[in-house]
């Protein structure tokens, strides 16, 4: 019923800057928290970012300073602007959000994921 698509990810040197993106497509009602985690090889996944409805944010202490998320309602996207990126933000990075869908149904959907690769 409703999908995220990122994209934006690749490979970067350290200290380079990258943009992921994630455009919810689907039977929207209302686009509620959007959020940005990630995981790094062969380790757990963790909340990088995440945006309110109203535009209210939060960040993982690691990013904090270097990672803007944002977002855009009327193209119901979500943006993760990612600046001195270091080795240690590799990881496969998924989006997140809390969707109401026209049926009146609450879902928590996720992307595919998209690799992001630092190198150093």
């Known amino acids: 019923q409703v999908q995220l698509v990122e994209n934006g990810g690749g490979l970067v040197q350290t200290g380079g800057s990258l943009r992921l993106s994630c455009a919810a497509s689907?039977?929207?009602?209302?686009?509620?928290?959007m959020g940005w985690y990630r995981q790094p090889p062969g380790k757990q996944r963790e909340l990088v970012a995440a945006?309110?409805?109203?535009?209210?944010?939060n960040y993982a202490d690691s990013v904090k300073g270097r990672f803007t998320v944002s977002r855009d309602n009327a193209k119901n996207t979500s943006y993760l602007q990612m600046n001195s990126l270091k080795p240690e933000d590799t990881a496969v990075y998924y989006c997140?959000?809390?969707?109401?869908?026209?049926?009146?149904?609450?879902?928590?959907?996720w992307g595919q994921g998209t690799l992001v690769t630092v190198s150093s």
């Open positions: 689907g039977s929207i009602f209302s686009l509620n928290a």
């Open positions: 997140n959000a809390d969707v109401e869908t026209m049926s009146y149904l609450y879902l928590e959907v």
């Open positions: 945006i309110a409805s109203g535009g209210s944010t």
